[in-house]
């Protein structure tokens, strides 16, 4: 399956227009997740902030299985591993850095990517 384009935050119901401060990376907890969620009325957009590296990766916070959240109780996105992203519903897995599921029933499909800048240890919407 072809990997979606970035997903630019101003172009999708709920979401902040471009240039707002998602994250400060000394903010996010020891594991490295973050969920933010923004609403506008009954329309609701869920993201998920997760270190990665040197930085970190932002993916609108939606299994491309189920439609479902990754994490179901807090802002743990990791599996045990702390190596690959968990989908709490189902068991997929996916790779970090790309968000490319490796096991579970939408395996070969990606999380869909938000398009960011990390600039002076913040991420921001692009």
């Known amino acids: 399956m072809l990997k979606p384009s970035p997903l630019e935050l101003e172009d999708v119901p ?15 907890p020891a594991h490295g997740g973050k969920e933010l969620v923004f609403k506008d009325g009954t329309l609701v957009l869920r993201l998920l902030v997760q ?18 959240p990754l ?18 519903t189902h068991g997929a897995l996916f790779e970090i850095e790309d968000g490319r599921c490796v096991r579970g029933p939408c395996k070969g499909d990606h999380l869909r990517a938000v398009a960011i800048e990390i600039r002076d240890g913040a991420i921001y919407s692009l």
């Open 51 to 68: 270190r990665f590296g040197g930085g970190a990766v932002v993916y609108e916070n939606r299994c491309p299985h189920a439609g479902t």
């Open 71 to 88: 994490n179901m109780f807090d802002d743990k996105f990791v599996d045990i591993t702390g190596r690959r992203l968990l989908c709490r």
């Open 14 to 28: 709920a979401g902040p227009p471009a240039g707002t401060l998602l994250a400060r990376l000394e903010d996010l």
